[in-house]
């Protein structure tokens, strides 16, 4: 078998294959050639999913017909003037996305640089490429690619159909249209404009938070925290969505380093860590986060398509991120997401085949009527005899006035009603506490009179046994008893159990599932989460006027209290007007 140089249109043909994985990923190289040339308006043209044709036209700063020939070339690029790979400033650095994607399509610039008297066209199809010849254009650049992959119809085969290849270009270009607030943008496919997005207007805060509205839509800025810190020459920015606001994929998650939009496992495996203990593993959270970092601690040369990165010190990145989200969430306390007052409102419309309606409607009825005494469903919060209720408007979350079926907590706000689900605001209570513990030193136990043996299978009482230091931390001490069973000598006291076994159990299956995949501070972030559902008030447990009140004052004092652990909401607001919107009073 003899070795042999292989033709250049079949080289760019491979190299194709990284640059361009599909439709979306073309239109992403256009644009950012776009955003480099400076321009301020960009406007991305599809048909059939951008199978048969991808335009994007911008007012940049155009190209001569010299540069025409040269940004066809392979390897030909303007944005490396000093040929140093450690100093990239742009988007684009490695000149291969134009031939490659000029290698597997019918591919055609049309250009008129600044100040110039005359336009020019060059034409490339499946790698060959014509000579520039003059055209009518005004300043700026028009690039057509047509018929994409016809070159390598092996590839069509890969291609999804026409809507779902359209909605990957369309989130390429809101991740472009997010990291440049001063840029119009507009996306059209089939005579039909998906994207719009105006030039951003008054300074860079101004203009991004425009952006952000346009882009992530007016529940996102009203439901988030800011997120503003920085560690050793990194500077993290950003937004970070409350978790009741939350969605079944992470599509909603944005990350920039530099201005450049990168989705890297580091990032998402952050994020996710920040929320570990706020959302359901199967939710993802909102967030918009921008890094900048000295160009001599990342790399972006790693992948031709140039969504990923490489940190001289990826531990100190993902510390600031973890960091700098979880205090920001903290700071939030008890708010929760307004969405979750607006999805309740929803249930209860009339057509939602929601039950929920009747039972507010009942509960408003009974209370209205001469007070009877409490019932099992439904016991109202009196005040001592010598004690006048706490006053409706003083707190955040108001005044306890009722409890609904022993598990819901009514109270009553300035302007509206809060409805607490006890179980869920108690967990997230205890379980700050227990954080709390661990973190000044290790939760206080509460040593057993006579220690509790607790039969497990023989894989179990090994995981059990084999963190028996990490659940000392948390004030559970036990160690082996036998092959198949653990003896429990004392429980943390926050907890006020005296039953180990159900948690001892439940801790066996959480470390089963996830003890070994996670580093040890999200390991025991899990244990305390099953910890303090086995010591929060249960639902169906019949609580006083005070237990109420003092139920909503730590709410309203704890960290992230508007979720319990598994991200559920633990409270529901609703504003008066909206509730007498439901009674037909509006």
């Given at each position: 078998?003899?070795?042999?140089?292989?033709?250049?249109?079949?080289?760019?043909?491979?190299?194709?294959?990284?640059?361009?994985?599909?439709?979306?990923?073309?239109?992403?190289?256009?644009?950012?050639?776009?955003?480099?040339?400076?321009?301020?308006?960009?406007?991305?043209?599809?048909?059939?999913?951008?199978?048969?044709?991808?335009?994007?036209?911008?007012?940049?700063?155009?190209?001569?017909?010299?540069?025409?020939?040269?940004?066809?070339?392979?390897?030909?690029?303007?944005?490396?003037?000093?040929?140093?790979?450690?100093?990239?400033?742009?988007?684009?650095?490695?000149?291969?996305?134009?031939?490659?994607?000029?290698?597997?399509?019918?591919?055609?610039?049309?250009?008129?640089?600044?100040?110039?008297?005359?336009?020019?066209?060059?034409?490339?199809?499946?790698?060959?490429?014509?000579?520039?010849?003059?055209?009518?254009?005004?300043?700026?650049?028009?690039?057509?690619?047509?018929?994409?992959?016809?070159?390598?119809?092996?590839?069509?085969?890969?291609?999804?159909?026409?809507?779902?290849?359209?909605?990957?270009?369309?989130?390429?270009?809101?991740?472009?249209?997010?990291?440049?607030?001063?840029?119009?943008?507009?996306?059209?496919?089939?005579?039909?404009?998906?994207?719009?997005?105006?030039?951003?207007?008054?300074?860079?805060?101004?203009?991004?938070?425009?952006?952000?509205?346009?882009?992530?839509?007016?529940?996102?800025?009203?439901?988030?925290?800011?997120?503003?810190?920085?560690?050793?020459?990194?500077?993290?920015?950003?937004?970070?969505?409350?978790?009741?606001?939350?969605?079944?994929?992470?599509?909603?998650?944005?990350?920039?380093?530099?201005?450049?939009?990168?989705?890297?496992?580091?990032?998402?495996?952050?994020?996710?860590?920040?929320?570990?203990?706020?959302?359901?593993?199967?939710?993802?959270?909102?967030?918009?986060?921008?890094?900048?970092?000295?160009?001599?601690?990342?790399?972006?040369?790693?992948?031709?398509?140039?969504?990923?990165?490489?940190?001289?010190?990826?531990?100190?990145?993902?510390?600031?991120?973890?960091?700098?989200?979880?205090?920001?969430?903290?700071?939030?306390?008890?708010?929760?997401?307004?969405?979750?007052?607006?999805?309740?409102?929803?249930?209860?419309?009339?057509?939602?085949?929601?039950?929920?309606?009747?039972?507010?409607?009942?509960?408003?009825?009974?209370?209205?009527?001469?007070?009877?005494?409490?019932?099992?469903?439904?016991?109202?919060?009196?005040?001592?005899?010598?004690?006048?209720?706490?006053?409706?408007?003083?707190?955040?979350?108001?005044?306890?006035?009722?409890?609904?079926?022993?598990?819901?907590?009514?109270?009553?706000?300035?302007?509206?009603?809060?409805?607490?689900?006890?179980?869920?605001?108690?967990?997230?209570?205890?379980?700050?506490?227990?954080?709390?513990?661990?973190?000044?030193?290790?939760?206080?136990?509460?040593?057993?009179?006579i220690p509790e043996v607790v039969e497990l299978d023989e894989n179990a009482a090994d995981r059990v046994a084999a963190r028996a230091a990490e659940l000392a931390e948390l004030g559970l001490v036990l160690e082996r008893f036998g092959p198949q069973a653990v003896i429990v000598r004392a429980v943390p006291a926050l907890l006020g159990v005296s039953e180990a076994g159900g948690l001892v159990r439940d801790l066996a299956d959480e470390l089963a599932e996830h003890g070994t995949g996670l580093a040890l501070k999200e390991r025991l972030d899990a244990l305390c989460s099953t910890m303090a559902c086995h010591g929060s008030v249960r639902a169906g447990k019949r609580l006083t006027a005070d237990e109420m009140n003092a139920l909503l004052r730590q709410m309203e004092a704890t960290p992230n209290a508007g979720q319990c652990n598994h991200g559920r909401p633990t409270?529901?607001?609703?504003?008066?007007?909206?509730?007498?919107?439901?009674?037909?009073?509006?």
């Open positions: 078998m003899t070795i042999r140089r292989l033709p250049a249109t079949l080289v760019n043909r491979i190299a194709a294959g990284e640059v361009v994985e599909r439709p979306s990923s073309a239109v992403k190289e256009l644009v950012e050639n776009a955003i480099d040339a400076a321009a301020g308006r960009i406007d991305v043209t599809l048909r059939d999913g951008g199978r048969t044709l991808i335009a994007v036209a911008d007012d940049g700063c155009g190209m001569t017909a010299e540069e025409l020939a040269l940004a066809v070339e392979r390897h030909a690029t303007s944005k490396l003037p000093d040929d140093d790979l450690s100093r990239i400033a742009t988007l684009g650095f490695r000149g291969e996305a134009l031939p490659s994607i000029g290698s597997v399509s019918r591919l055609s610039i049309a250009s008129r640089a600044r100040g110039a008297d005359a336009a020019n066209v060059i034409a490339v199809e499946g790698g060959a490429i014509g000579r520039p010849r003059p055209v009518a254009l005004a300043a700026g650049t028009r690039v057509e690619v047509r018929d994409l992959f016809f070159a390598t119809p092996a590839r069509l085969k890969f291609l999804k159909s026409a809507r779902s290849e359209l909605r990957h270009a369309t989130d390429a270009v809101r991740r472009l249209a997010l990291a440049e607030p001063g840029i119009a943008f507009t996306l059209m496919s089939e005579d039909r404009t998906h994207l719009r997005y105006e030039a951003g207007t008054g300074d860079l805060l101004e203009a991004d938070a425009g952006r952000l509205v346009q882009v992530m839509g007016a529940d996102f800025v009203e439901n988030s925290v800011v997120v503003e810190a920085g560690r050793e020459g990194l500077i993290l920015t950003g937004r970070a969505g409350l978790p009741t606001l939350n969605r079944g994929n992470a599509q909603s998650q944005f990350v920039f380093v530099n201005g450049r939009p990168v989705q890297d496992r580091l990032f998402s495996g952050a994020i996710r860590a920040a929320y570990t203990d706020l959302l359901a593993r199967d939710r993802h959270p909102l967030v918009v986060l921008r890094l900048e970092v000295p160009h001599r601690l990342v790399d972006v040369n790693v992948h031709p398509a140039k969504t990923e990165v490489r940190f001289r010190d990826a531990a100190l990145v993902r510390g600031l991120i973890v960091g700098a989200l979880s205090h920001a969430l903290a700071a939030a306390g008890h708010r929760a997401s307004s969405t979750v007052a607006a999805h309740t409102l929803g249930r209860f419309r009339p057509g939602t085949g929601a039950p929920a309606m009747g039972h507010l409607a009942e509960a408003a009825s009974r209370f209205q009527a001469p007070l009877q005494p409490p019932q099992d469903d439904f016991a109202p919060a009196a005040a001592a005899p010598d004690e006048a209720p706490p006053e409706a408007g003083a707190h955040p979350l108001g005044a306890a006035r009722a409890q609904l079926h022993a598990t819901y907590v009514v109270a009553q706000t300035e302007d509206g009603i809060v409805i607490v689900d006890q179980h869920a605001a108690h967990e997230r209570i205890v379980y700050e506490r227990i954080k709390s513990a661990v973190g000044e030193g290790g939760a206080t136990q509460q040593q057993l009179l409270y529901v607001e609703l504003k008066l007007a909206d509730i007498e919107r439901l009674f037909g009073r509006r």
